[in-house]
C-alpha cells in the first residue's frame, strides 16, 4: 500500500527562521511528488512538482528536493505570510490513470 | 481563469438525514476527483471521473454515497444517510487530462465543509 508520512506534524518558528519539512514515502512506480500550501478554509494550492531524484525547484521562499525516498521542502527566512499547511501527495498510475495519495501535513506557523 | 467552483460552502445536517455538494470543474477538465479531508488529515481520494465515466471508485463506501457527473461537466456527491464520521470537508479537484504528462497538476475548489450532529 501506498503510504506518504510527513513530519513535523506541525512547525512554530520566528520571522527570518529558517528550516525545512520532510515527506517521505513508500510507493511502487512513482510517477511524481506534489507539494501543496492549504490555507484555513480553502483548497490546496500547487506548489510544485518533483520527477526524479536530485531534482529540485524553487519559487520565493520555497525549495523542494527529491531523493529516492523522500522530499524536502526548504523554507528560508519565512515570513509570516508562509503560515499554512504544507501537503506533500505522491503521483501514482493505476490502469492508466493517474491519482494523488496524500500525507497528513506540516502546519507551519511563523510568527513575527 | 475561473478555478473550480463548490457549493455550498457549509452544510450542517443531523445523522440520517442525506445532503449533496456540488461541483464545477475548470472549463476543458475532463478529469475529476472527489477527495474527503478530516480534521487534521491529508485529503483522500473517494471518486475519480474521467469525463462522464468513473475509473476509480474504489475508496467510496458504496453504501451511503453515491456520485455522478452527467454530460461530463458538473459532478454531485452525495451522502445518504449521513453518519457522524462523515463530518469532514468534501473537496472537489479537475485536471485537464489525467495529468499523466508532464506539467500537469490538480485544481482543487474551496471545498464544502459538512458537519454531522
Known amino acids: 500500500e501506498d503510504q506518504v508520512t510527513q513530519s513535523p506534524e506541525a512547525l512554530r518558528l520566528q520571522e527570518g527562521e529558517s528550516s525545512s519539512l520532510n515527506c517521505s514515502y513508500t510507493?511502487?512506480?512513482?510517477?511524481?511528488l506534489f507539494w501543496y500550501r492549504q490555507d484555513p478554509g480553502k483548497g490546496p494550492e500547487f506548489l510544485f512538482t518533483?520527477?526524479?531524484a536530485g531534482e529540485e525547484k524553487e519559487k520565493e521562499r520555497l525549495k523542494a528536493t527529491l531523493t529516492k525516498k523522500e522530499s524536502f521542502l526548504h523554507i528560508t527566512a519565512p515570513k509570516p505570510e508562509d503560515s499554512a499547511t504544507y501537503l506533500c501527495?505522491?503521483?501514482?498510475?493505476?490502469?492508466?490513470?493517474?491519482?494523488?495519495?496524500f500525507g497528513k501535513g506540516t502546519m507551519l506557523l511563523v510568527s513575527p | 481563469e475561473a478555478g473550480v467552483a463548490q457549493s455550498p460552502r457549509y452544510k450542517i445536517i443531523e445523522k440520517r438525514q442525506s445532503v449533496a455538494f456540488w461541483c464545477n470543474p475548470i472549463?476543458?477538465?475532463?478529469?475529476l476527483y472527489w477527495y474527503q479531508q478530516i480534521l487534521g488529515q491529508g485529503p483522500k481520494l473517494l471518486i475519480q471521473?474521467?469525463?462522464?465515466?468513473?475509473?476509480?471508485d474504489s475508496q467510496l463506501p458504496k453504501d451511503r454515497f453515491s456520485a455522478e457527473r452527467l454530460k461530463g461537466v458538473d459532478s454531485t456527491l452525495k451522502i445518504q444517510p449521513a453518519k457522524l464520521e462523515d463530518s469532514a470537508v468534501y473537496l472537489c479537484?479537475?485536471?485537464?487530462?489525467?495529468?499523466?504528462?508532464?506539467?500537469?497538476?490538480?485544481?482543487f475548489g474551496s471545498g464544502t465543509q459538512l458537519s454531522v450532529l
Open positions: 479537484a479537475s485536471s485537464y487530462r489525467n495529468f499523466n504528462q508532464p506539467n500537469e497538476k490538480l485544481f
Open positions: 510507493v511502487s512506480g512513482l510517477r511524481g
Open positions: 518533483l520527477y526524479s
Open positions: 501527495a505522491v503521483q501514482v498510475v493505476v490502469k492508466g490513470y493517474s491519482t494523488l495519495t
Open positions: 472549463s476543458g477538465h475532463a478529469t
Open positions: 471521473f474521467q469525463n462522464n465515466g468513473v475509473v476509480d
